[in-house]
């Protein structure tokens, strides 16, 4: 079974660690992918915590957990993969069963030995 990430290993080997805090991302896209995941598995305070706390204000708990919740997560399609700029499509159902393309081109930032969401469009 691969992580609902994409990738080639299980969850557990994969994006799990991660989100349980026994690993760090080592490159934006590790934790981009582990987002994604959780994203999937509704681990919220993980969303919460790899967003950069000066854009943290911008996206309200409620407001993640309500789109992770309500969704049915179907694939993660990283379009670029460069430094801290990633880009990407996420494919999802939304509470209407519609199909939905969510895409995004993110930044992300290193800070010490930890990877942060900072901000998408
Ligand atoms: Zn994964």
Known sequence: MNCCCGNDKPFE??????????????TAEQLMRS???AYVHH?????VETT???TR???????IEKW?????????????????QIEFKAYFRDKSFQIQTHHEKSTFVLE??????????
Not at 43 to 47: E, N, Q, V
Not at 57 to 63: A, E, G, H, S
């Open 52 to 54: 950069h706390p000066s």
């Open 68 to 84: 992770a919740k309500e969704s049915t997560w179907l694939k993660l399609e990283i379009l670029f993969a460069s430094g801290n």
């Open 57 to 63: 204000k911008y996206y309200r708990r409620k407001d």
């Open 43 to 47: 681990a919220i305070d993980y969303l």
């Open 112 to 121: 010490g030995d930890t990877w942060f969401y900072v901000e998408g469009n």
């Open 13 to 26: 080997e994969c994006c799990q660690p991660l989100i349980q805090g026994k690993s760090k991302a080592k």
């Open 35 to 37: 987002r994604y995941a």
